[in-house]
């Protein structure tokens, strides 16, 4: 079996090392050169044209979707396999014709299947349909889209209205017909007249609607606490610990993201 010249683009040293070890594991691949950024990343794989490129979506300045437009109108060859921390785009994202898509963290056996899927497109000769400018014209205007949703709100704070970033929000509730909305620094309401309101312009992938009555950032969760008939409480990592409940139609989700 013929090793897959691969070059692995991440602008984590970590994650390379880690997809790196991973690679080696498979077996049959070998990792001709990394990147950290999509400008190196151009640069190596026309240095090397290798086989297969393993590609991050989310990297600053040039993302994972533009390195791979510019390698087509380039006329590289190379396989694609992109890698992804969010995966509520992923599905229409990757109908374009890249051989794969990875969740991190990156999971052994579905990186096996990735690298096989590589090699018998390559066996097949590339029979597939081609990937064209339009396709990736397409895959950045849903990342902008997706951008879009990471945006400030304003939370009223006494008579002030204080703006922040999306991704500080820790947690919001309803009180009396209320909003309330809690950071790491300030708790205040939300000009938002529902949690359906705010929840809309927020990153599915990051912002549950984990109850009725309340929203978290699951990046902000400090501890899970199991509570009875198989439920939990969720405590955050805002000054005060608060305390959160899951409804019972969100315990699996729950269960089955975290793998409790």
Known sequence: MEHLRTVVVDDEQLARDELCFLLEQVGGVEVVAQAGNGVEALRVIEEHQPELVMLDVQMPGITGFEVARRLLQAGVESELVFVTAFDQYAIEAFEVNAVDYLLKPVEPARLGTAVDRVRRRLAADRGAKPRTAEDFDRLLQILSDRQDR????????????????????????????????VTNSL????NYRTLDELQARLDPAVFWRVHRSHLVNINKIKEIVPWFSRNYILKMRDQKGTKIPVSRSQTKRLRDYLKL
Request: cysteine-free; glycine content about 2%; aromatic content about 2%.
């Open 150 to 181: 990471r945006e400030q709100l304003a939370i009223k704070v006494d008579e002030r209205f204080l703006l922040i970033h999306s991704d500080e929000l820790i947690h919001a509730s309803v009180e009396d017909d209320v909003v309330r909305v």
């Open 187 to 190: 708790s205040g309401t939300s």
